[in-house]
């Protein structure tokens, strides 16, 4: 049963400290998404990858926030310092696109991070 | 600018057929679709529309009318286990740039 995974699921912090969150898409899928979702904003998209390669982070604060794929098997977000409105769930997704065609997302289960 | 509206809150008995309408605005369009998501838990794929008309899958329909920026997702025979929020998406862009504009999602109510 291939699912997205997300360590850590709960972070709490305090204000100002770095936070990484990792997400391990499913195996396969060239697509990774990074969203944050809370009840006033919904689902915000942050950066996604295709091919391991940044296609639009358009929706991060540069200043704070970074996106990565060290590989195939990993991406991370980064939040350096973090603050107390970055609390949130943020989600990983991964999906498959193959020329024009486009899959569905598959979700993560999030990591809820709360900070004080 | 990129748009998408949804009821925010809806309420349906159980066994009855509750209708959610989605309207959106943006520069592009590839295709809609509709997530549902229960309180605490991710999203999940529920339906994709990109040709106008109804596609039926179940319990569940969606349909899409590009001219009108309109789609519903219809849930018939409801059951408890539907009270969940149903997020809309439009796929927005072309070529490598393709990403999804959500909506903030209809939060159903199933009473029985």
């Known amino acids: 049963d291939a699912r997205v995974t997300q360590t850590p699921r709960h972070k709490v912090t305090e204000m100002g400290q770095e936070v990484t969150m990792r997400c391990q898409p499913i195996?396969?899928?060239?697509?990774v998404f990074w969203y944050r979702q809370t009840m006033m904003q919904g689902l915000e998209l942050l950066a996604y990858f295709r091919n391991r390669a940044p296609l639009d982070d358009s929706g991060m604060p540069k200043d704070r926030f970074s996106a990565e794929m060290p590989d195939a098997t990993l991406a991370t977000l980064k939040i350096q310092p973090s603050e107390p409105r970055d609390s949130a769930v943020y989600f990983c997704?991964?999906?498959?696109?193959?020329?024009?065609?486009?899959?569905?997302?598959?979700f993560g289960p999030g990591t809820r991070l709360t900070v004080l | 600018g990129q748009n998408i509206d949804q009821p925010t809150e809806m309420t349906a008995t159980e066994g009855a057929i509750v209708q959610i309408n989605c309207t959106y605005q943006t520069s592009g369009f590839n295709g809609l679709f509709w997530y549902q998501q229960h309180a605490g838990e991710a999203p999940t794929f529920l339906s994709y529309n990109v040709l106008d008309g109804l596609e039926e899958k179940g319990r569940f329909s969606s349909f899409l009318s590009r001219s009108k920026g309109y789609s519903y997702l219809l849930l018939k025979e409801l059951q408890m286990k539907d009270s969940a929020s149903y997020l809309c998406?439009?796929?927005?862009?072309?070529?490598?740039?393709?990403?999804?504009?959500w909506g903030l999602g209809t939060s159903l109510a199933v009473n029985p």
């Open positions: 997704a991964s999906g498959l696109t193959a020329g024009s065609f486009y899959n569905e997302q598959f």
């Open positions: 998406a439009v796929r927005d862009g072309a070529g490598n740039n393709r990403k999804l504009i």
């Open positions: 195996l396969g899928h060239n697509t």
